[in-house]
């Protein structure tokens, strides 16, 4: 019988609560209608969205980058900064809609206090460079005394920011990204800003733009290039990865296998570079853009009209779907020793777990559920799983691997474990053995369902939640659990 084997002496690393991150851009209906719309019955005195600001603490999110993605990379701050009615209506190149600028960098500070999470700020390096980066920085994080932070403080916000985490610039290495560079031109202009930046303010964290996938001509070179450059000038390099289901449901429910791929080379890669440099400096990963996208739906932003604020990639995700976050958040957690900020990408309505309705209900998505219970249960020490006489699975992008895919925490002041593994067998349920000595069943709780493709919805918006799962026992000190096909679960023992 498969048996999963943990043990609190085999430590992978500390947990960064920034692991459970996630993105708010200004595209489709994620700002307007999304987090932010005045005259919402739920609008509290800023035009934030209650009911989402809500459902967002339930979540855990912890941090969230803001205000692109692409967006980002033809955005001008200063436009959404001071009096509403001065601000402009501008043409946004990455997604051809028109942006009111009703909602800017005070309002997402604000909106960020008030959700209970910290802001991870991009800066434009497509249309603009080192000049505007420093202002905008200026603007946040000095005190009173120089234009840009009295800037501020006309603007009504006295003290400074302290906004620590930036991400300079993204997806520089994409051909539709505004400004889209070589590794060369974008090295140079990342060491540049970044020796800029920190010269306004030395506590920060940066972030090099890594790859946009790990299918890109230039992964493992780009990064190498950027590195070189900026190696003792930046903390993290970024990594970016969407899953949908292509050929076969067996390789997209293994989808996990290639963000740990991606995340393996990439460390590999910036090891790499801190051996050349003969370093004694780690660079740590920020993956901060991932999800379930079904992007061949996607028309490219050519095919989109030039229009106001509308619904973009407000994609409706399945059991299947929400099986595969679980996975990729347990591939994040398997690295927790290098990979220190990561973001669901997006919150709200955009490839978002939280859907709204213009002027209407707010609900949780699939992937709401493996997302809310890892924030919530994940404990403050990643620990290695073993898995032995486990079975495996035939995949067309990935060839055969392990059906079961784990990892898990442990809290050394409560002695609690939590294990997180997915089934990822299509056909097979799996009993699972767990050697747990002296602890017992705290909780099962499993994320799973006859219809694969079952959904949420505004009317039945519960239609997809976790379940408990009644026949796990513990007995002689082993837990004994069945774990359906295609399956996600929480599994947490306790003193
Ligand atoms: O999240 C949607 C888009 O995907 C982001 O704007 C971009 O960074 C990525 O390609």
Redesign the pocket.
């Known amino acids: 019988m498969p048996r999963l084997v943990v043990d609190p002496a085999f430590v992978v690393g500390a947990v960064d609560r920034r692991l459970f991150g996630s ?1 708010v ?1 200004h ?1 489709g209906r994620c700002v307007y209608t999304g987090i932010y719309e005045p005259g919402h019955p739920a609008a509290d005195p800023d035009g934030f969205r209650s009911d989402v600001l809500e459902l967002v603490r339930e979540l855990g999110v912890t941090a969230v980058r803001y205000p ?4 980002v990379s033809n955005y001008d701050w200063e436009d959404g900064v001071g009096p509403k009615d001065q601000r402009p209506r501008k043409l946004d190149l ?1 997604w051809r809609a028109i942006e009111p600028n009703q909602f800017g960098t005070d309002e997402f500070v604000a909106w960020a206090g008030k959700a209970g999470v910290e802001p991870v700020w991009a800066v434009n390096l497509g249309t603009r460079g080192i000049k505007e980066a420093v202002e905008l920085l200026s603007y946040t994080n000095l005190p009173a005394g120089t234009e840009l932070p009295d800037r501020r403080v006309a603007n009504g916000h006295e003290a400074p920011y302290g906004i620590k985490v930036w991400c300079l610039g ?2 520089m290495d ?1 051909p539709w990204q505004i400004g889209h560079k070589t590794a060369e031109e974008y090295a140079r202009l990342a060491e540049e800003t970044a020796n800029a930046m920190r010269r306004v303010d030395l506590d920060l964290e940066l972030v090099a733009c890594g790859s ?1 996938n790990s299918g890109m001509a230039t992964f493992g070179e780009w990064e190498r290039v950027v590195l070189e450059r900026t190696y003792e000038l930046v903390d993290h390099i970024s990594l ?1 990865a ?1 899953y949908e289901p292509r050929d076969d449901s067996a390789s997209f429910l293994a989808a996990a296998e290639d963000m740990e791929r991606m995340i393996s080379s990439v460390i590999a890669t910036a090891d790499h570079v801190k051996a050349l440099k003969r370093s004694s400096k780690e660079i740590t990963l920020s993956f901060d ?1 991932w999800n379930v996208w079904r992007q061949s739906d996607f028309p490219g932003e050519l095919g989109l009209g030039i229009r106001e604020v509308s619904p973009l ?1 407000e994609d409706t995700y399945t059991v299947d779907d929400a099986v595969v976050v679980g996975s990729l958040l347990i591939t994040l957690l398997r690295h927790a020793d290098r990979v220190k900020i990561a973001c669901l ?2 919150l709200v309505n ?2 978002g777990p939280i859907r709204t309705e213009p002027g209407g209900r707010a609900w949780r998505q699939t992937i709401f559920h493996p997302f809310a219970l890892t924030a919530k249960y994940a404990g403050p020490t990643v620990l290695q799983t073993a898995i032995s006489d486990g079975p495996e699975i035939d995949t067309a992008s990935f060839g055969r691997v392990p059906a079961l895919w784990s990892t898990a925490t442990y809290d050394e002041k409560t002695g609690e474990i939590a294990i997180f593994v997915v089934n990822r067998s299509e056909t097979d349920k799996i009993d699972l053995q767990i050697p747990v000595g002296g602890l017992r069943l705290a909780r099962h709780l499993a994320l799973y369902d006859d219809d694969r493709a079952a959904v949420n919805t505004a009317d039945d918006p519960d239609r997809v939640v976790p379940r408990v799962i009644e026949g796990t026992e513990i007995v002689d000190g082993v837990c004994t659990a069945t774990l359906p096909p295609a399956s996600w679960h929480l599994i947490q023992l306790t003193v």
Do not use: K, P
């Open positions: 993105f851009e595209m692109g993605g692409n967006f990455a993204n997806e994409g946009s970016h969407y853009e990639i990408a997006q955009v490839i």
